[in-house]
């Protein structure tokens, strides 16, 4: 179960989470005009000690969603990290946690109404952080082709990652939890598959894993990212090509990746198996790759780790 920790980030210091609030003036609420970030902190196993994941990518593309909405936070990346850290050691919770860091518009500046433009309000950072388990199924989900499109980058700035684009997330997972399926592809105008709700889509064909190119409307997923360069250790090929819903439905597997749920299998889609049915080959051994990897488990890899102490 997911619970909030103690601490937040909120404005300009930390404080007990239920202090960190806003006033309904706050523009983000209004418009969605914010980003976040969804990272995630893993206990290492033996050791008094969490370890970030790719807090520095994570951050990285945190920074570039606030230049898009012309958000302008006070700190760096390096400083944002340290806060990240920081929240981690405060909280002081060995238990996997989940940190959402989340920039918005705040308060209108004097003279100003609510209007919707980006400029006119001040901006704002909340660092919040919740105890969040392994909760991604290893025996896999089963997934809709939803009836809500990806919109297009033309529409909407897809590849940050906005508070008013998840409207459409939001939409496309609970038709398809009250269709009965936990989670939902959605395909992009042009009729190829996009992402899932909140995690990018790979299809796995012999020894190729073949996922959505980034003009597919898609957000640019660390996960994503991981497995690319996991899928060299594997002995796979690695193609970022358009796949329409067919493909998904005639691949040997179907996994998705992301921050929450890791690497998890898709066992059916559209009321149909996926290969056998069961979570295959492929998916498993990245899946047991990486949870070990962001506990720590490879050398190779510890550059992508940023080590917390907790009592
Ligand atoms: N797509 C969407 C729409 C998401 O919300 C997420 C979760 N951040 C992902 C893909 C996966 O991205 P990541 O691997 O960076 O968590």
């Known amino acids: 179960r997911p619970a909030t920790t103690a601490w937040a980030y909120h404005r300009d210091g930390f404080v007990p989470v239920a202090e960190a609030t806003v006033p309904v003036t706050t523009q983000g609420l209004h418009y969605g005009t914010g980003v976040f970030e969804g990272i995630r902190a893993h206990v290492v ?32 990346t390096a400083e944002l990290a340290a806060v990240v850290v920081e929240l981690l050691s405060r909280n002081g919770v060995a238990r996997d946690t989940y ?4 920039a918005y518009k705040y308060r209108p500046l004097p003279g100003t109404g609510p209007g919707v433009s980006l400029r006119g309000n001040s901006d704002a950072l909340s660092v919040i952080a919740f105890t969040l388990g392994d909760y991604s199924p290893a025996a896999g989900v089963r997934c809709s082709f939803s009836s809500w499109t990806r919109p297009p980058g033309r529409s909407l700035p897809v590849r940050a990652k906005a508070t008013g684009t998840y409207l459409n997330n939001a939409l496309a997972v609970d038709e398809a939890r009250a269709a009965g399926y936990d989670d939902a592809i959605l395909l992009n105008e042009r009729g190829d598959v996009a992402e899932a709700s909140t995690a990018n889509v790979f299809a796995v064909r012999g020894d190729e894993l073949l996922t959505p190119p980034l003009d597919a409307d898609i957000l640019e997923g660390v996960t994503r990212d991981t497995v690319r360069v996991l899928s060299a250790d594997f002995g796979l090929s690695y193609t970022e090509r358009p796949l329409q819903p067919a493909d998904l439905l005639v691949a040997d597997e179907v996994f998705l990746t992301g921050t929450g749920m890791g690497v998890t299998p898709v066992v059916g889609i559209a009321g149909r198996d996926v290969g056998t049915g069961e979570p295959g080959t492929v998916t498993t051994g990245l899946r047991h790759r990486y949870h070990d990897l962001v506990r720590g488990s490879d050398d190779r890899y510890e550059h992508w780790l940023t080590r917390v102490r907790v009592p």
């Open 99 to 102: 940190i959402r860091p989340l």
């Open 45 to 76: 196993p033996g050791r008094s000690e969490l370890a970030v994941f790719r807090l520095r990518d994570h951050l990285e593309r945190f920074a570039r969603s606030c230049r898009l909405l012309r958000i302008d936070l006070p700190q760096d």
